[in-house]
Nanobody, 119 residues
Framework: QVQLVESGGGLVQPGGSLTLSCAAS????????MSWYRQGSGKERELVAS????????HYSNSVKGRFTISRDNAKNTAYLQMTSLKPEDTAIYFC????????????WGQGTQVIVSS
């Protein structure tokens, strides 16, 4: 049974930091590209960051570049999103996604974790 379980969301003040985790099970984690998406209220879901399976190549959206860091620990089957210098516009539900490196039809989503940036 495939599962992606996000955790670490919550309420944080502007300028603060949070680290999200995405724990994976039921598939060969090391063979999958891991990504974080977010969806704000009334907005479309957008890609925040991704990390490849082999070379750990990372990609970031312009809105978070320099503030967020994506990483993965294949031994723990977990992906992370370290978020710093948070802004109110970062408020959203954050989802993790796994896509197989070579068979892109094999993709899985987590249920999301809420991040609220507010004073």
């Amino acid at each position: 049974q495939v599962q992606l379980v996000e955790s670490g969301g919550g309420l944080v003040q502007p300028g603060g930091s949070l680290t999200l985790s995405c724990a994976a099970s039921g598939f060969t984690f090391r063979d999958y590209i891991m990504s974080w998406y977010r969806q704000g209220s009334g907005k479309e879901r957008e890609l925040v960051a991704s990390i490849s399976s082999g070379t750990y190549t990372t990609h970031y959206s312009n809105s978070v570049k320099g503030r967020f860091t994506i990483s993965r620990d294949n031994a723990k089957n977990t992906a992370y999103l370290q978020m710093t210098s948070l802004k109110p516009e970062d408020t959203a539900i954050y989802f993790c996604k796994a896509v197989h490196t070579y068979t892109t039809s094999r993709e899985y989503w987590g249920q999301g974790t809420q991040v609220i940036v507010s004073s």
